[in-house]
């Protein structure tokens, strides 16, 4: 009972660490030229130095810019706790300029302690916000305005944008508006009299590389040796980590996981479901646990398709991607019925389907995208229109090898011109 507690105080800890982006980004904070470090000299320089900024974060979905932000943010908030005031908006819900302002107002009605009023019109919303900075510049206070889904706040006439950037203008005024965008052109959005007040300052946010993963794989999974948790099942603990991270294989599932999707939040999600994989009574991760968490993370919806084939079906991916092996440049339902022939002729134990049933079952394969049309040809039959296998050599071996229904014939087919291609 006691080693079975211990385990459970172990994954626990690893859950909570994977699930706080403040733990996560604090290992990139470290260093000077982090985005961590940027970003916070850009703020905290507008906060003491009473100046306005502005600042666009730009990089895809999943690498960190807003919880690099929320980073940023909450160190501020704790160094200069009356002299930051933080307005947050999403494009997603704000982007209506009418909208915004109103969010705008009913926020900082709530940082100042203030009546909002629900029937105020735009134009007063407006008013009030421009009175409010001037007000918090007075008291030097810093209103940062945090506009995630920049990209969507730059459509239309922009009121909005140019309202709050113009008012930055003004001396006695004091803010720093901070642009959250997977766009990279995203300033290029803005119109002329909106960029001409925009600071022109960007955070460019790119996926983890290799050595970082690894840092970030040890800042995670290694479990502290001043916890609660006994000595040496924390030093046992990190060991096998360690032997883990250094093992080929498990480069490789880290190869294969960060080829689809290199994103920190990717790479948390799937040591996520590692740890949750992590067997109670040993109390230790293995290799089979990553293995796990990868194909639990990976999205593959043609492997998924794969299983819920029938049989013809899947004889006849088999057969098209013989035709491929055999370099023919293009092939039709002919070709492949013909080339099914083949198999029928040289194999006693397959299956005999009529060309009608055969027919409808092609048919069934190109609804499912698992095939397509590789010509335009509208007005042809369907039985000469070429046609193009939409899976590669591997996932069509990995769906036959996952469908309880595939016939061996055709693992043996696959087999075959497996062990052909790696002889060369």
Known sequence: MKIQRTVEEAIVLLRKRLCDPD??????????????????????????????NSILLLGPRGCGKNAVLDLVLEDLLKE????????????LLHCDDNCALKEIARQLCIEHELMFSKMASSDDNSQFMIAMLRECGLAHKTVVFVLDEFDLFAQGKQRLLYSLLDAMQSVSSQAVVIGISCRLDADQLLEKRVRSRFSHRKLLFLPPQKDDLQRLLKHILLLPTDSTLPHDYVTDFNSRISNIIADK?????IDKLTDADCTVSNFVRFLFSAVCCIDSKSGYMTLENFKSALSTVQRQPKLDCLKDC???E????????RLEFKEQESYNFNSVMKEYKTIYDSVQNV??????????????????????????GHNQCIEFRSVKLLISPAELHQGLKSNRSCPAILQKLMNQEAKFVANG
């Open 314 to 321: 899947l004889y006849i991916m088999v057969c098209i991607r």
């Open 310 to 312: 029938s049989i013809l």
């Open 351 to 376: 299956d005999n389907y009529s060309r009608n049933v055969c027919l409808r079952a092609f048919e069934h394969l190109l609804d499912r995208q698992l095939i397509e049309f590789a010509d335009r």
């Open 23 to 52: 733990f996560i980004f604090s290992l990139f904070s470290d260093s000077p030229d982090s985005n961590y470090s940027k970003l916070k000299f850009i703020v905290s320089s507008s906060v003491t130095e009473a100046c306005n």
């Open 80 to 91: 200069y706790p009356d002299m930051i005031s933080v307005i947050k908006l999403n494009g």
């Open 249 to 253: 294989k498990f480069n490789e599932i």
